[in-house]
């Protein structure tokens, strides 16, 4: 399963025939410019998108959402999660 989850995420960012490459639209708050997503990574089944500011979430995609919208075209809403960053805050304070 791990093969098939970096061959879609090569899908996502590769330039298909040099010319071209394959769109996946979003919808919603990811789509402000504002989110500024600086990351990407998987998890399980799952694509991870995170924002450049700690806002206290980031955004996955299932990679079934993504194969059907590559199929179908549709918009997707990503799922928008939330976290803490305490220990993280504590952290850069003793440094």
Do not use: A, W
Request: aromatic share 10%.
């Amino acid at each position: 399963m791990k093969i098939f989850r970096y061959i879609i995420l090569l899908l996502l960012l590769s330039i298909t025939d040099g010319q071209s490459y394959i769109e996946v639209p979003l919808d919603g708050l990811i789509t402000d410019r504002k989110q500024e997503i600086s990351g990407m990574t998987t998890y399980k089944d799952n694509l991870i998108l995170l924002p450049e500011n700690r806002n206290g979430y980031y955004f996955y995609i299932p990679f079934d959402e993504i194969m059907n919208t590559l199929r179908t075209g549709d918009k997707i809403l990503p799922i928008q999660k939330t976290f803490t960053t305490r220990k993280l805050k504590e952290t850069h304070r003793n440094c």
